[in-house]
């Protein structure tokens, strides 16, 4: 075996053998545990400073056995739910280990080697304690506004040090009491100080509440039966994966993917993957990765698992909420040194970026042999702009930032929805008219783009503009990926609208921008989104008649559209 | 005189009415009678209903209605024809949405479709900016060819809403006027007259929703009205409103979205007015119904209204939203007929499928074959299985048992392991549901008293406060004709709601108190067209503040009267008080203000509940019988059986017990203890006697 490979096994076995709990308890335990994910959600989401946190749900909240197994986690942003076992584990070894934890302690840990994610995704863990034994984690990552990187929002560090604090596992709570030489250096470390204090605090609420509502449950019960009861909701969540898999036939399954550039040098960095189904089980191999890159497009481990992770759950368990019994027939296969396992300190700042698109890529692979089985591409981004500046009226500093929905691809079951996230399943829509109190701009068009959608026998969605224009000089950091590999279709499905990011001079000129640092966007300027469409499933001329027609009298396509993609198709107006 | 309630629910129409004794003003007798619904002309069945109850409805001196119709229109998707005419650039709002997927593993998501197709969706240039100030002129020159465009769809109904018109509402005005003037055969809504509150998606979709049931309501209200002239009615009828109060046909029928929800927010009413009668002020109402049980939170008498309500959101689906006052309810798929089934990986469930009116619960024996909640509380005999549906169905113990036995074999159950899991589960759902409006907003429980009702209110609520450590249960009498109770002890309400954004501090309290003023003197000139005069008028202001730079915000009751540095001071120190409850810390941040709230109330006579008659009788005199009932983990245990019309004030038992009468069901747990009061309201103590 090649000792740069690294075997993962996604998911960790039972801990008790025997059990005896009746269903009903479990069936309540696991409704409970959900719940108290949930809980901790709400208290986050109403006492966050920053509109990511409550808005764009840019966090994930849930709770990990001592074992560091996932107990429940909070419908949030799902690339962060697989990432949390490493952070706790990270956070505990931080302080010296379990010896070293008591009731009341709130760790703070955002290295992003082990959180998977950049520097601003900072993650609070506490420990949590029943009849004095230490028994579970609650635990939130979430993205702050600002921590001191180079820009509020880079795509062109070259070390990791360029990308904010470092906190590597320290205690913010001590038994309860803030430590405040800590919390002074994280208020030190940020342009926005008021929005990162009130956020440290709505995140500290949240694993309190998740601490206190855990404790019910298991005090309810009792710490045996609850932990058979745990067992059981695992083997069951288990199940479900492994029932979804073995109706894949055995085989090797291949994809690639591409990242338009490494965010430093020009050029696209292109990746394959391969799946491996046998029997009800399945790897993920991400081995033949390209080497890891001097810009900061690495994805480094945690964040490559929580990709495995997500993506056979978003396949397999639509409709229930995933825990640690959901990972266990998962193995993920890394190199060291590549863009899916970087080692320290390469830039990571857009981690997040190769990970969405690898999800997508898994389901290219199945579905070069079994398109039944996956939907075709979405429009593969999230499209994140950043935006911040000082108001001419105040002087005050303000930052906001926001990812963008894209058309979903069509599958065997339907047409893709329109303009919603693939990944980023909670992300709402921020309305104009806050936007428009808040910052000094004006939204000049929220709207569908015709023909954006990918044409097939089930379209995809389609993707939307938004135009935004500037009243005040802005600057801007844009991440829209995917602008050349556009969106695929499936089964003889045809291609959607490839995303882009343009800025408009009042002179009418167009620059294309995608991916770019701290661009000056100046009064009376306007910046352009093009969120692109989904890929389309199966051959465009099995798409029925009146569909078609719909289609147009919707205006989702023109007449130039349906002579290319629908010929048989006749229009009588 | 007699005072009349009626609703128009989804099977059937109900009507209650009191009899008012002349002097006394007390309520001497409640009466009820019931009919089909009878779409589409549903003022038939009221009629109906009517006639059944032998009242003559020209001696009424009042008469409330409350209606599912609009929900319905909506459900059903039986609405007009409707279009949307909005700012240039944003006629995608309704399809984008918030692009939030709330089933969040789920890659086959729908989105809700709107209920305004694209092609019916106009643009028109001309624009404000957020602060109401014009920045582009509006432009018309394109209207004629979109009018001409909605009259080829046969659209009936035009739905108005533009940019930022929550702080200058005069494009919509003009554009309204416009249309009326040249096209009077359309029935317009502007959102300025539903809401001045801000984000568009949800203003136009409210606006959207409005429009679409517009001219059904209307017409509705139109022949509900002439008919009852025709009875000689020569009342002023009312209309049950979502927000708690009701309001005239004509307020009405201008926007009639705002009765969306009028059926459970009277349930919520009537337990705020059965606390004042007898001193309760903090109560989490409880409505379980057949398909679905409803919560709400009432603190220091106060039923809480908000303006984020949504229709047919769930957990796979984004759902509507409604931006307009309704009371805060909390629903969830979980009532009496809800099902109980075992999914694929050996888990129970029950609901949110509800067996409906028919077939229904097995127990009916109608072909029914989904075992419910019902049947469960049949088969552990806290539901008498000789006096079901008090004595009007032969219970089918023989189906029960089977279809028990069914789900019992795929869960490696016993039938009453079976039995006892459903009612726990359903338990634990409502459990949940109660703890989203008190544990997750800073509420304790156990400061709060569990008022309880509709058809299983009494089966329930008895181990839910357990569950919660609520102290006590309150079953009020008449609880299967509360939420009509609850309609005829309400108020004349209109809310006004503004979104304008201020800072708490001395510069801006001369805006503040000018916005306020300028609120109250449109409420009273909104009153007088309908000659309700302005001392008859309450108002009470709130105003939703946040910390500057935060989005949640808390809503608080302000003094009436012009504020000055000192009452300024003492509205901080009850917002920073206010928010620390809610979200357990406070900051020392500036705040703002983003939202005027007026309620205006004008005052209506109501009836008072008398008080039951004491005849001496002995508390065993109220046993009509005992019967083995299964407590679950407490095991079955022999329990006396009361007759709920023969219990008198100060009556006291303890559990073991079941009481009951045609249409409720009490259980008193062992170790609980029941006392009557003076109204024949059951309080049940839940606190394990030491």
Redesign the interface.
Known sequence: MNKDLHHYKCGIDRKVQKTDV???T???V???LN?AAE?MK??LC??A?S?II??VLDFAAAIYDRDLRMLSQA??L?LFMGTLNFCIEEAVKGVGGEENLYEGDIIIYNSPYGTGSHPQDAALVMPVFFEGELIAYTAIKAHWLDIAGKEPYSTDTVDVFQEGTVYPGVKLYSKGNLVNDIFKMCIANTRVP??VA?DI?AQA?GVRTGERALKRVVSKYGLKKFREAVEEIFD?GE??VR?YLKDIPNGEYFGSGQMDNNGVEEGSVPFDVKVLIKDDSVVLDMSEAPPQQNGPINCPLPSTVSTARVAM???A??????NEGFFRPIEVITKKGTLFHPLSPAPCFLYGWPALQAMEVFYKALGSKHPEKV?ASSGGCINAVVYWGQKKLTGEPWADGSPH?IG?GG?V??DG?????HAE?????A????W??RNPW???????IQDSCGAGKNRGGLG?NI?IEMLEDTFATTVCERTELEPWGLNEGREGLANNCFLINDDGTKKSIPKATRVLIKKGNKVLIQNGGGGGYGHPSERQKEKVLDDY????ISKEYINKYYPEVVLND | MIRVATDVGGTFTDLVYFEIDEKTKKAKKISNAKSDTTPPNYEQGVFKAIKKSGISISEAIFFAHGTTVIINSITERKGSVTGLITTKGFRDSLEIARGDRPDFFNLRYKKPKPFIPRYLRTEVPGRMDFLGKEIEKLQLNDLKKIIKSFKSHNVKSIAICLLHSYANPKHEQVLAKKIKQQWPEFEIVTSSELTREWREYERTNTTALCAYVKPIAKNYLDNLFIELKKYKFKGNPYVMQSNGGIDTFESTKKTPLTIIESGPTSGVLGAAEIGKLIGVKDIIALDIGGTTAKCSLIEDGNVKINTNYWIEKNRTSAGYPVMLPVVDIVEIGNGGGSIAWVDDYKKLHVGPQSAGASPGPVSYGKGGNSITTTDANLYTKRINPSYFCGGEVNADIKSVDKHISTLSKKLKLTKIETARGIIRIANNNMTNALKLISVNKGHDPRDFTLVAFGGGGGMHATSLAMELNIPNVIIPINSAVFSAWGMLMSDLRRDFILTKLNKMDIDSLGSINETFKKMETKAISNFKKEKIHKNLIQFQRYASLRYLGQDHSVEVLLPSGTYDKKELNKILISFHKQYEKEFTYSLDNPVELIQFHLVAVAKIEKPKLEKRKKTGREVREAIKSKRKVDFDQLGERISDIYDFDKLEPNMVFNGPAIVEDSSTTVVVFPGQRCKVDDYANLHINTQKKK
């Not at chain 1, 004006?442 to 569908?448: H, K, M, N, Q």
């Open positions: 009746d269903p009903i479990t069936q309540i696991r409704n409970s719940s809980q709400r208290a109403r006492t400073m509109p409550y808005e419908p949030s799902p008021n929005s009130g605090n609420i069951a199940k479900i029932k759950s978003m396949l368990g639509s409709n229930e909420a995933p939907p929905p979903q599958s079951h339907g929805a329109t303009c919603l996230h399943s909670a992300t709402r829509f309305p104009t008219e806050v428009e109190n004006l939204v000049t068009r929220v709207e569908l939307v135009e009298k919707q205006e989702y």
